[in-house]
């Protein structure tokens, strides 16, 4: 299995600010895709980050508030833009070769002050 | 949307089995059953998966009918570390292989 480390583990950030989140995957993958979990709710997709090109976004996420950044098959970065209180989530990165099991990060905890 | 339906809790003994159904009455030939665990707002955990056979590992068994509308995954002798969130997920191999999850069952094991 995979193993994904992701950065910061938490964090309590200003609103107005940003922050990035960085998904590092110790073997090259196929797909890696970015969730939020609001709360007390199940996992919702932001999107699909996709290697050397512009990430593909699931309804309800715009890559001006979400931006992506895949450089390579084992990195993958999410910003949260000018941030405010509802932003705060959980944010998980995931993992798969398309053929086997998803694997998932252990996420980062954002809470917006 | 999720294209599974899950009962919201469900509580169970330790040392027994647990029994967790899903309904996917939508799902269609090319379309696998997946389940993962969330504990306590860690990062989802694999758990199974299966296309129209029974499926069994160490974690678990799950049992697909027939007509592959439902299943129901087992955790045979639950202890108080299987306490999750449990999500029953269908899901194509091929294509965009994105995972959708719905609101999954709190299962907890009680002493």
């Known amino acids: 299995s995979a193993v994904i480390s992701q950065k910061p583990s938490r964090d309590i950030c200003q609103r107005g600010t940003s922050l990035t989140i960085q998904c590092q995957v110790d073997?090259?993958?196929?797909?890696m895709f970015w969730y939020r979990q609001q709360p007390g709710q199940s996992l919702t997709l932001i999107a699909t980050?996709?290697?050397?090109?512009?990430?593909?976004?699931e309804s309800g996420f715009v890559i001006d508030k979400f931006p992506i950044s895949r450089p390579n098959l084992t990195f993958s970065t999410l910003t949260v833009s000018n941030m405010s209180p509802e932003d705060s989530s959980i944010y998980l990165c995931?993992?798969?070769?398309?053929?086997?099991?998803?694997?998932f990060g252990q996420g980062t905890r954002l809470t917006v002050v | 949307d999720a294209k599974t339906t899950q009962p919201t809790s469900m509580d169970c003994a330790e040392g027994r089995a647990a029994n967790l159904p899903c309904n996917h009455s939508?799902?269609?030939?090319?379309?696998?059953v997946y389940w993962y665990r969330q504990i306590h707002s860690q990062g989802p955990q694999y758990i199974i998966h299966?296309?129209?056979n029974n499926e069994t590992n160490e974690m678990a068994s799950l049992i697909i009918t027939e007509d592959r509308k439902s299943s129901t995954l087992i955790l045979p002798h639950a202890t108080l570390r299987d306490t999750a969130v449990y999500y029953c997920?269908?899901?194509?191999?091929?294509?965009?292989?994105?995972?959708?999850f719905g609101q999954g069952t709190r299962l907890t094991i009680n002493p």
């Open positions: 995931s993992e798969t070769d398309g053929y086997t099991e998803a694997f």
């Open positions: 073997s090259q993958v196929t797909m």
């Open positions: 980050a996709n290697q050397g090109s512009e990430a593909t976004y």
């Open positions: 939508t799902i269609s030939g090319n379309e696998y």
């Open positions: 299966g296309l129209k």
């Open positions: 997920i269908v899901r194509i191999i091929q294509g965009a292989q994105k995972l959708v």
